[in-house]
């Protein structure tokens, strides 16, 4: 291909804290507007901030599990300007000396591992909220997100594709998810990103006009607008018309499936950035980061490999449950209550995930690893078929219930009676002349619809291998 493209991305994640990075204002989602709010998140004059001790240790496992450096002496600054959302006219955010820099993240596309670096993650602050009212003449700004903490993650131009940058976002999200340093709820807007685009020839050194995309929030999404921003570009480029793209803000708009400019950008902001006067250095111990260092679990990655070499087990699938914490812990507690790992995997991946789809996927699985280890034995030890398993899991999923109540509950005990099932086959046998003529004739497959028989006649308890074998004794 005649074309690179260049993107670097920039992702704001809010820390898990209880409290806002400055205040003692809760950081609980879905609150009445400006209810979670006090002099100091709205920026009344003489408030002061106070900053939150647990937004640096979050801040640090973040990085450490990202394989930065740590600045072990940071400070806080003021980033000067105005938006209706920003009640203070100045955000407090960090400028010459972010608290974490110069990390990396590996993660594999298509096969291939790729290694992207990380340019720095530093504090700040959020802003508020403004809601745009359809048909009315003002809007509406709500300031309980005003001070939360965040997290900014900046990469360095190093991703060359839609592809990556989707497997890069989706590769910080896991890692930020199992070192509990932020719940990355997309739909909440716990975890928002940015992506700068640019298009060169190949073996073109210098980049090209960049143009930043904002506040996505879908890993679907974000690589729908950069794969048409890479197309829009290349498409200027081809015509002779590449002065048509200029650095600036674009928007994705996902109705009319294009990015749409919201606004022009200088070559360099003028933020006027100077040290915080209301909040002291900080000073971060070595021992504070050796201590936070043996904090860090098992990472994705890590993880991946050890179940894939432990139980010998499909990766793509595993891949899949890896990649979601909630989808791994219940893996891994299942097979700690005797379960088999295959069995596992094949229930997360053909039951589970299909009822998650079909309903919210972001609220808590209702199946527990005790309930699930209980299902997968009662089908092993003869109890129901594992057609009846899948009625009673989808029960579960729906009633947090046991497998063994709804199994009494419903009279779903497997027949596997001889002298019962006999009876059951002989009936079918003597019902269905054509099918046995059909069998004798040399058409095996005739077999299958006299077993759909005997299941359909038990209301499909019948133990399928006892079924099959009187069915092949009985018939001539």
């Known amino acids: 291909m005649r074309w690179e493209t260049v993107i670097g991305i920039e992702i704001h994640a809010e820390l898990l804290t209880k409290s806002k990075i400055f205040c003692g204002c809760s950081?609980?989602?879905?609150?009445?507007?400006?209810?979670?709010?006090?002099?100091?998140?709205i920026g009344l004059p003489g408030a002061l901030p106070v900053l939150n001790e647990e937004v640096i240790q979050l801040a640090l496992k973040a990085g450490l599990a990202l394989n930065?450096?740590?600045?072990?002496?940071?400070?806080?600054?003021?980033?000067?300007?105005?938006?209706?959302?920003?009640?203070?006219?100045?955000?407090i955010s960090q400028f010459d000396l972010p608290i974490l820099y110069d990390g990396y993240v590996e993660?594999?596309?298509?096969?291939?591992?790729?290694?992207v670096n990380i340019n720095r993650i530093h504090l700040e602050e959020d802003a508020g909220k403004l809601i745009h009212l359809e048909d009315e003449p003002y809007t509406c700004i709500d300031y309980n997100r005003g001070g939360v903490p965040l997290i900014e993650l900046v990469t360095e131009?190093?991703?060359?594709?839609?592809?990556?940058?989707?497997?890069?976002?989706?590769?910080?999200?896991?890692?930020?998810?199992?070192?509990?340093?932020?719940?990355?709820?997309?739909?909440?807007?716990?975890?928002?990103?940015?992506?700068n685009i640019s298009v060169r020839e190949r073996g073109q050194k210098e980049l090209n006009t960049k143009v930043e995309i904002k506040n996505m929030n879908s890993f679907k999404e974000m690589q729908k607008a950069l794969e048409k921003e890479e197309k829009r570009q290349i498409e200027l480029y081809e015509f002779g018309e590449g002065d048509k793209i200029v650095q600036e803000t674009r928007r994705w708009d996902s109705a009319k499936g294009r990015t749409v400019s919201m606004r022009g950008k200088e070559e360099a902001h003028d933020y006027r950035y100077f040290p915080e006067p209301d909040l002291k250095q900080i000073i971060i111990s070595e021992n504070n980061v050796i201590s936070l260092k043996k904090q860090i679990p098992e990472l994705p990655n890590e993880k991946l490999e050890r179940l894939i070499s432990q139980y010998r087990l499909n990766k793509k699938e595993m891949q899949i449950v890896v990649e979601d914490k909630r989808l791994t812990q219940l893996f891994e507690e299942t097979i700690k209550k005797g379960a088999r790992a295959d069995k596992v995997l094949n229930w997360i991946i053909g039951d589970l995930l299909k009822l998650m789809k079909m309903g919210d996927a972001s609220k808590n699985i209702p199946i527990t690893a005790t309930t699930l280890a209980e299902l997968i034995k009662s089908i092993e030890n003869g109890d129901i078929s594992l057609k009846i398993g899948r009625e009673v899991f989808e029960e579960m999923f729906e009633t947090k219930g046991n497998p063994k109540e709804i199994i009494a509950k419903r009279g779903l005990v497997q027949v596997n009676?001889?002298?019962?099932?006999?009876?059951?086959?002989?009936k079918v046998i003597e019902n269905n002349p054509k099918s046995v003529a059909d069998y004798n004739a040399g058409r095996k497959q005739a077999i299958t619809f006299l077993m759909g028989q005997v299941m359909k006649e038990t209301k499909g308890q019948a133990n399928p291998k006892t079924a099959m074998n009187l069915l092949k004794i009985r018939l001539p």
């Not at 594999?108 to 591992?113: S, Y």
């Not at 009676?417 to 002989?426: A, D, H, M, P, T």
């Open 27 to 41: 950081t609980e989602f879905g609150s009445r507007p400006n209810t979670n709010t006090c002099p100091v998140c």
């Open 68 to 91: 930065c450096k740590v600045n072990y002496i940071n400070k806080m600054d003021r980033k000067n300007y105005f938006y209706p959302d920003l009640p203070r006219a100045y955000q």
């Open 107 to 115: 993660f594999e596309v298509e096969d291939i591992i790729k290694r």
């Open 157 to 195: 131009p190093e991703l060359r594709s839609p592809k990556e940058a989707f497997e890069f976002v989706k590769t910080i999200k896991t890692i930020f998810e199992y070192v509990e340093v932020s719940d990355c709820k997309m739909e909440q807007g716990s975890l928002r990103f940015d992506a």
């Open 417 to 426: 009676n001889e002298e019962e099932l006999e009876k059951i086959v002989g």
